[in-house]
């Protein structure tokens, strides 16, 4: 974000404009003084210490205008960093694990062969009706993909 904002700009040119007047006046002060004429001497230091008092307040006051610049940024900063943190996880899919069954297990699964290996035409009283899929937030979500089991040593 720029930070140049309009504050800023006028407490920066308004400290520039007062500090060009009081060097002015200085140089009129020390020409009075150089002709020792006391009351523009004094006239001018006046008007040089007020330029200067006004030269320090525009500053205070382009100081003032960048602190609330930087928060503003500081802030918009974070509400875009928090949106797109919001938006990556919203689009992040929920990984799952998947597990691959081999024949033999996939025979056991659906009934048709017991753990001994023994091949039987009832379905076994355990065996699993669908396919359950846990999140990493320990959530059930059924699902219709064929179970797998692959085992690799």
């Known amino acids: 974000m720029n930070l140049m904002v309009p504050g800023v700009m006028q407490g920066l040119v308004g400290a520039s404009s007062f500090t060009k007047l009081a060097d002015a006046s200085m140089s009129v002060y020390q020409q009075a003084r150089a002709r020792h004429d006391e009351g523009t001497a004094v006239r001018s230091l006046g008007y040089a210490a007020t330029c200067a ?3 320090a307040e525009s500053s205070a006051k382009a100081q003032e205008a960048l602190r609330k610049a930087q928060l503003e ?81």
């Open 73 to 153: 940024a500081r802030e918009r900063a974070e509400d875009e960093q928090e949106t797109e943190t919001q938006k990556q996880t919203t689009n992040t899919p929920t990984p799952a694990d998947a597990v691959e069954i081999s024949r033999g297990g996939q025979a056991i699964a659906d009934g048709k062969t017991n753990a001994a290996g023994v091949h039987s035409t009832e379905p076994a009283a355990d065996a699993v009706e669908g396919l359950v899929v846990y999140t990493s937030q320990a959530k059930a979500a059924p699902t219709a993909v064929q179970p797998r089991l692959s085992v690799i040593a």
């Open 53 to 55: 008092g006004s030269a």
